[in-house]
């Protein structure tokens, strides 16, 4: 385990307190600093900051607590609407009250319910967003020169996203994202290579040559397919 390095998360928390006084209903820490496969130097600490009143004040001073303090990735909404918020981020959600810790004020997440019904087609949006966002990456990359890191930015909601699919239909799913590929592997019958491919590039991003990203889509691209056929498949189309 690579826990998150106290002294930056104990500042930001500080910083919060202190720029935002009452305002802070809730800070919780989420993601790989509590699931425990962060990497030192490389894995950001995720907040989820929760404002009793969210407006540009409240906004200048998250940005003076944490935004000179690039590890931390913060998600901040309002607790006005905090519930519809939960239902429209539902994956999202999902995944950070399994693995979450809860820093200063309320805890947010402990009356949280989301429909099952409702997950499902926001996991299967997502996961066609990412489809779409890896193929205009690829084939716009004479232009942007961006599917590099394209790839390595969305390492982690692919193994979260696919983990949460399968999780909503009775799955259960290690902790740990290189456990994860033997599983995600047999479900999707996709390649667990390039999985293990994928967590060694979010440990060292490195930049494509174009044949290197040729190689890349022609691995990436079927195992992301496979997970949509699989939705097709198991899911009935019952809208949101």
């Known amino acids: 385990m690579n826990p998150p390095p106290a002294p930056t998360l104990d500042q930001a928390v500080a910083a919060l307190c202190r720029e935002l006084g009452d305002n802070l209903f809730s800070c919780c820490v989420y993601g790989s600093a509590v699931r425990g496969n962060a990497i030192a130097g490389v894995s950001d600490i995720n907040l989820l900051v929760i404002l009793k009143q969210s407006d540009i004040a409240a906004h200048q001073a998250v940005a003076r607590a944490i935004g000179g303090l690039p590890q931390i990735d913060p998600f901040v909404l309002a607790k006005r609407g905090f519930e519809r918020s939960v239902r429209a981020f539902a994956p999202k959600f999902a995944s950070i009250r399994r693995n979450y810790r ?54 982690t909601p692919f193994f979260v996203q ?68 699989w939705i097709e498949t198991h899911w009935a189309d019952e809208g949101p």
Not at 196 to 211: G, H, I, M, Q, T
Request: proline share 4%; aromatic share 10%; hydrophobic share 45%.
């Open 162 to 229: 696919s983990s949460e699919i399968l999780r909503l239909s009775g799955r259960e799913i290690p902790s740990a994202f290189e456990a994860r590929i033997p599983v995600l592997e047999q479900e999707f019958k996709i390649d667990g290579q390039v999985l293990r491919d994928l967590l060694a590039l979010k440990a060292k991003p490195v930049r494509f040559s174009e044949a290197e990203t040729v190689s890349w889509h022609e691995r990436l691209f079927p195992a992301v397919d496979a997970v949509l056929v």
């Open 102 to 155: 809860v820093l200063h004020g309320a805890d947010p997440l402990a009356a949280m319910d989301v429909d099952d019904g409702l997950e499902k087609f926001l996991c299967e949006q997502a996961f066609r967003n990412l489809r779409l966002r890896l193929v205009y990456s690829f084939v716009t990359r004479a232009q942007h020169q961006a599917y590099d890191r394209f790839v390595a930015r969305h390492v």
